[in-house]
């Protein structure tokens, strides 16, 4: 699914103070059939990491709403 990418999470100092966290999937293109998947997950995943990290809880599968309205979608996707 992901042969021949790196995925890549790099800690250097931040200019004010603190941590940055800088991320690459590297490899990562349009012609994977997970792409769009992908980068959806670290659309929603990467904020919810700093989430928990900044304020002690993260939503890694996105909010109750979210939630929801995947599983409404999914679930008419069944027919």
Avoid: K
Avoid at 24 to 29: A, D, K
Avoid at 64 to 70: F, G, I, L, T, V
């Amino acid at each position: 699914m992901w042969a021949g990418t790196h995925i890549n999470f790099d800690l250097r100092a931040a200019a004010g103070g603190g941590t940055a966290l800088d991320f690459c999937h590297e490899g990562l293109t349009e012609q994977f059939e997970c792409y769009d998947v992908c980068t959806t997950g670290w659309r929603q995943y990467l904020p919810s990491l700093v989430d928990y990290v900044d304020r002690d809880g993260g939503t890694p599968f996105g909010s109750e709403s979210d939630q929801r309205a995947a599983h409404f979608e999914e679930s008419r996707s069944r027919g």
